[in-house]
């Protein structure tokens, strides 16, 4: 089966970095994404780790570790927007295709 | 550049009616799509996934089906809808460079 878990819940200030974990078993690999999902809407890409390290987009990151299964989304110089759930999502299965997700972690930004 | 389509962006439907939702992905060809159903707080539950014309994989035993006549179009069906259907439906499609969603139906069963 899939096992995807990253924490429900986190909080931060204006300006501060967070990191969202997550941690995942699946039978075969090939992908892990980060999405953002604000109230109401559809999920937004963030960004897709295949190989191991650290893959950088202006005030996000995202870094993989296969033979760990782990993966964290950072978040830098947070605005008040960056309020929202944060997705992560492997895709794996037996044919490597299918992309499931874990349940989100809600981030709350304060000013 | 591609995108993906999805409509109607609500949609209420009383019990035992049918349902029809479209998905349609422009700019690339023999995309990996994806249909999802997002209850209120909850995560993201993979309901169908198809890799190709024709070919659909169900991932959880329901009262919905899926098909994909055309290489860019995959639709999501139900002869008759149960109260518990009501979520948010999306569609979504995988490409070199990411996964992508469409905007969304959210779906109230009355």
């Known amino acids: 089966g899939q096992n995807i878990d990253q924490p429900t819940e986190m909080t931060a200030t204006e300006g501060a970095i967070v990191q969202i974990n997550c941690t995942y078993q699946?039978?075969?690999?090939?992908?892990l994404f980060w999405y953002q999902q604000h109230a109401g809407e559809a999920p937004t890409f963030l960004s897709y780790?295949?190989?191991?390290g650290l893959e950088e987009k202006g005030r996000f990151s995202s870094f993989l570790s296969r033979s760990k299964g782990y993966s964290y989304l950072l978040l830098k110089e947070l605005q008040m927007k960056d309020s929202a759930s944060y997705l992560c999502a492997v895709r794996g299965g037996s044919t490597l295709g299918r992309l499931y997700f874990g349940r989100g972690t809600q981030l709350t930004v304060w000013p | 550049s591609q995108t993906i389509h999805q409509w109607p962006a609500t949609l209420v439907q009383p019990v035992g009616s049918p349902l029809s939702l479209e998905c349609t992905v422009e700019g690339t060809s023999n995309p990996n799509l994806y249909w999802y159903r997002q209850a209120a707080g909850r995560g993201l539950q993979l309901l169908f996934y198809?890799?190709?014309?024709?070919?659909i994989s169900s991932e959880v035993p329901q009262n919905l089906s899926a098909s994909r006549p055309q290489d860019r179009q995959f639709i999501l069906s139900s002869k008759k809808l149960l109260l518990s259907d009501s979520g948010f439906y999306l569609c979504a499609w995988i490409g070199g460079n990411g996964a992508f969603f469409g905007q969304g139906t959210r779906l109230t069963v009355v």
């Open positions: 198809s890799v190709g014309i024709g070919q």
């Open positions: 780790n295949v190989l191991d």
């Open positions: 699946t039978s075969g690999f090939n992908g």
